[in-house]
DNA sequence: TGTCAACTTTACACGGTGTAAAGGCAGAAA
DNA sequence: TTTCTGCCTTTACACCGTGTAAAGTTGACA
């Protein structure tokens, strides 16, 4: 897919997902990814129009790497709504450490960036779709909480499953990634499920 | 304690407030402030060392008009652990709305200014001292969840109350705030205590 | 009258993004 | 071999917002 024709334009993106990659070092101007990519600044210009559309890209790059559609495709078949909402967390909790520093980078481009708003805004609500989905799989197996319609719990599980919501607890809190994942399932399921039998 | 003794610092916190105010307008720069409170920018710089200085400042007079602390202290006379965080979940949930414009502002500073980091971290360090001690209350009441510990209890409290998850159910899925303070209220329960019974 | 504080005006340095234009250079095509 | 083409470099510059610097204005107060 991307990895031929276009050797420049994958080593940019490459590049730019290396700089971005632990999301610490904030400051990453499109000189550093210049530098990093041994090009100078103007030739990114010939590959990206601005650097909205290279930070755009670059997650949709990391989509590719990472295969998170098949991944998502894997986690439609559990049987039960409540395996499925465990299955969910797993593949899109997982996946955000990965995409963390991309995140970052264009959630603070937002404020003064629309085009990058709306760019960031559209793979959100990829998400949100796989939220609605382990939703609808409660409400189908009628575990679903009667306190909250279905866009109520799928907007609460979506805000539970936000990137800032990790950053503040794996980042600021410290909690490991594998205590994230098992304290998110049993949070989204005690959220969205009324009664706790098995 | 504000209003008195240095009248134009006041109305540049106050006009500062007001353009921040719906969040909406994300670009207010300091020359905006300035021709809004009818002053030079270089007069802001009399002031203000710095345009996080000044957001920080707009806050702490925020907490003030609003008697933040009053607030506060009242819902700490609550007698149940989980009267005390219904509690909480309407002080603070109901002042989000009113600082969103200037938080906004200040985290996405904190992205380039490290300084403002700080400040909003200290700020919101403050939140979590009261999403802890409405944990605390509720194990005092031995009604806490086993299957978290008590920090991680405060944490996941504190990241559902963040002003980014207010901003994603109220902004970007369009919850009311009534609506909001209800849901929060029970999905905090829901999260933080074992068996629903009363 | 003189002094002081608050404010204005003008000017500028800096850093980062994005634009513009001219030229280098390798390889394919004639 | 020449020429064309695509990809890249170099240099230069405009724009914007922040923050600094310095000299001048104004009004109150003693």
């Known amino acids: ?25 904030s400051a990453v101007r499109m000189s550093d990814i210049a530098k990093a990519a041994k090009i100078s600044r103007q030739a990114l210009y010939l590959h990206f129009p ?12 990391l989509d590719e790497v990472y295969d998170i559609e098949g991944k998502l495709a894997a986690s439609r078949a559990a049987p039960t709504g409540r395996a499925r909402l465990h299955e969910w ?12 520093g991309i995140a970052k980078a264009l959630m603070a481009l937002q404020a003064s ?8 805004s559209d793979r959100m609500q990829a998400v949100r779709e796989g939220c609605a989905a382990a939703v609808a799989a409660l409400a189908g ?7 909250m319609t279905e866009k109520e719990a799928t907007d609460a599980l979506w805000t539970l499953l936000s990137v800032p919501a990790w950053e503040q607890l794996c980042v600021t809190c410290g909690w490991t990634q594998d205590r994230y994942i098992a304290l998110m399932q049993q949070m989204a ?6 009664d706790q039998a098995p």
Chains 1, 2 share one sequence.
Do not use: C, F
Request: proline letters at 3%; charged letters at 25%; glycine letters at 6%.
């Open 1 to 25: 897919m991307s990895s031929k024709k276009n050797p420049t334009r994958d080593r940019i993106l490459k590049t730019t997902w290396e700089l971005l990659e632990d999301g610490g070092a």
């Open 50 to 61: 601005n650097r909205a559309e290279l930070l755009v890209a670059t997650t949709r790059y």
């Open 89 to 100: 967390v797993v593949v899109w909790g997982n996946y955000i450490p990965k995409i963390y």
């Open 113 to 120: 960036d629309a085009e990058a708003a709306d760019a960031w």
């Open 141 to 147: 197996d009628g575990v679903l909480t009667s306190q």
């Open 189 to 194: 399921v005690h959220m969205l499920v009324d």
